[in-house]
């Protein structure tokens, strides 16, 4: 291998890719990136077994084709702390991987590059073409309702309900629920039903962009989900399990009340700074046209708000985390929103008054 790269154009496929492979690794081989060359573009792979990422980089010259690997995090740490605009010339000479820039010259380490893992060859009978933005705002919608190490590992990740021109993700992980839908007419006559792993779901995020004209083409196959941009090629595993029918989780409560979202947001932080740091329970307590927000923890320390709404049901008081609120209202963009509920013992629905079709379950808290 010889060849020569520019610095910018080498950094941000490389910070990407190294973001896949794992910190602490069980086979050392795992903490690499895979450098080949194909089309006359160098390509990086990254993978911890349960995700692939392939980055392009436009070669600026090819003196001699090979390939190799070498440590993720040393090549990128190279390379982030080089001058601007600098070209890089990688050659490979006997185990190590020679890094000229300049004045600059890094001898790295290799291991053979035939033992590097790739996930095998899968079939992929399903695929469409969708927005890289409606697909990021899918995620980004939703991904903090995602469980956590739970033992019920479907809900360790978010469920994606494609069907003719849309696509539904959903996450929840028992105390709250998030749903989020959009139309895309690129997407056409297209069904499945898939869980993404919540590492997946956040790397995705990072990878996607937020332009209305760039295009990702997904590939679905029994196990695997495929993310095809014209910068990186994204593999994953998929969560191999049946996921609960979130149509049933969802409350129709015929109880409503009507706010603005920054003001209940606002008053949210700052009674969340009393709230108990174990529990972070605040109270809700319903009025006509008001709520009043309370918060209180071990020290006996209290906070109270009070916010204006639309509200003409009885007095009611309800418990919640108040950062999964806090959450909820960070996730939506719309000025108002609609809250819905029938009693204190039942989850709250929270939908935005305008603008995307996103809907929010909160779980009452006993406090």
Known sequence: ???????????????????????????????????????????????????????????????????ATVSARKLFDICRTLPEAV????????????VRAGESCFMLNTLPAQDFPSLEDS??????????????NLLTKTYFAMGQQDVRHYLNGAFLDIGTNTVKCVAADGHRLA???????????????????????LELIRLLGNDDDQDAAIHIGDSRFRVVTSDYIFTSKLINAQYPDYNRLIPRGTTVAVGDREAIKQALTRASILSNEKFRGVRFQFEPNKLRI?????????????VSLAYEGGNMEIGFNVAYLLDVMSSISAKSIRCAFTDPNNGVLIEPMEGD????????MRL
């Not at 749903?179 to 779901?201: F, M, N, Y």
């Not at 079709?357 to 009452?364: A, R």
């Open 294 to 306: 309370t918060a209180n923890n071990s020290d006996h320390e209290q906070a109270e708000e009070a």
């Open 87 to 98: 070209l890089l010339r990688l050659t490979l000479e006997k185990n190590y991987l020679v």
């Open 179 to 201: 749903l989020t839908t959009i139309e895309d007419e690129t997407i056409g006559q297209v069904e499945a039903r898939v869980i993404l792993p919540r590492k997946s779901v």
């Open 123 to 136: 079939v992929y009978p399903t695929h469409f073409t969708i927005k890289q933005n409606h697909l990021k």
């Open 1 to 67: 291998m010889d060849i020569t790269v520019q610095r910018e154009a080498l950094l941000k496929p490389l910070q990407a890719v190294s973001g896949v492979v794992e910190k602490k690794q069980t086979l050392p081989i795992l903490s690499n990136v895979l450098l080949t060359i194909k089309d006359g573009k160098l390509c990086l792979t990254g993978t911890d077994l349960e995700i692939e990422l392939i980055g392009f980089v436009p070669i600026e010259s090819l003196m001699a084709e090979g390939v």
């Open 357 to 364: 079709q996103s809907l929010y379950v909160v779980m009452p």
